[in-house]
């Protein structure tokens, strides 16, 4: 299977006078579900995902994330708010008239993933995060433990073209560390030649800071949700988005509803560690459907 070549067919939609692709793939009566990728990733990266789901009678949406495409790369940290970042998944929505879809989310696509769900609940079928804590278990973990020194990095990217520098430098160490497989990681190096190549990438946490981002006036999540975390991630502690976060110590999820899961992977059948690029055996909830390993 190509860990470059995305599947499905490629469209494109528009949005805050962008242009972006969404990769389409499955039977066109499937439910859709939607599947957005973090930091950095490419849509191939979710392409063994996508196989499984499709074969289970789903229809997949997997969009070039902005920052991530040429024609949807804008320059400073203001077009990379919240707003403008859920804006772009309603706007796929929207456009191509979907209703009430899955939504899988992991890293950065997993952040915007719980922001999806406290917006535009009516909007979304299940939710499945990996990866990412719930903001409200992330904010626990910032003033309860490590978390907040091992996300250090986060400031310098905030430093122009410097946080562009270093995410570049970082980049290999990150991806072999992760549990990455040696494949995986030479794909995502390539897709990432250059400095330049990830300052869109970047922008997501630049973006971050900026204030004024839209309230959230429920913080909780009133979907059915799993949340799959890796018992070897290096980038969220355990105390970050592991068992040891008091939001989650109890087996419960800042859900409201009859259907929350919490998990974490300790590996794969093989025996590989599961890391930050979590290889899940979870499902999209009410109808049970197994997610295969991302890569």
């Known amino acids: 299977m190509s860990l470059v070549t995305p599947l499905g067919q490629r469209l494109t939609y528009t949005h805050d006078g962008l242009t972006l692709p ?5 039977p066109v009566t499937g439910e859709a579900v939607l599947l957005l990728h973090g930091f950095p990733e490419t849509v191939a990266s979710w392409n063994a995902v996508v196989r499984r789901l499709t074969a289970a009678g789903y229809q997949t949406w997997v969009p070039v994330m902005r ?45 915007l993933a719980w922001k999806l769900a406290q917006l535009f ?8 995060i990996l990866a ?11 003033r309860h433990s490590t978390q907040l ?31 990455l497989s040696a494949p995986a990681t030479a794909a995502l190096l390539a897709a990432f030649p250059s400095a330049a190549s990830l300052r869109g990438p970047v922008n997501w946490y630049r973006g971050m800071l900026v204030p004024h981002q839209p309230p959230v006036p429920d913080p909780l999540i009133h979907v059915p949700t799993t949340y799959v975390w890796g018992r070897h991630d290096r980038s969220v502690l355990r105390r970050g988005g592991g068992p040891e976060n008091r939001r989650f110590r109890d087996g419960r999820l800042p859900v409201r509803g009859p259907e929350q899961r919490p998990l974490v ?17 979870t499902s999209l909830k009410s109808k049970r459907v197994p997610l295969t390993a991302k890569h």
Do not use: E, M
């Not at 804008?74 to 456009?95: F, M």
């Not at 990412?132 to 910032?142: E, G, Q």
């Not at 300790?266 to 930050?276: A, K, R, S, V």
């Open 265 to 281: 992977a300790g590996g794969t059948p093989g025996g590989d560690q599961c890391g930050h690029f979590i290889t899940p055996a």
């Open 121 to 128: 609940p009516a909007k979304l079928q299940s939710l499945t």
């Open 132 to 142: 990412t804590p719930h903001p409200l278990a992330l904010v626990w973990a910032y």
């Open 67 to 111: 920052g991530y495409a040429a024609t949807a790369t804008p320059a400073g940290r203001q077009a990379y708010t919240t707003a403008h970042l859920v804006g772009d998944l309603t706007a796929l929505i929207a456009y191509f008239h979907l209703t009430r879809v899955h939504v899988v989310g992991h890293d950065w696509g997993g952040f």
């Open 149 to 179: 020194l091992n996300s250090a990095y986060i400031g310098a990217f905030q430093v122009p073209r410097v946080g562009d520098w270093l995410a570049y430098r970082l980049l290999p160490h990150q991806l072999r560390s992760s549990g």
């Open 22 to 26: 969404v990769y389409r793939h499955g």
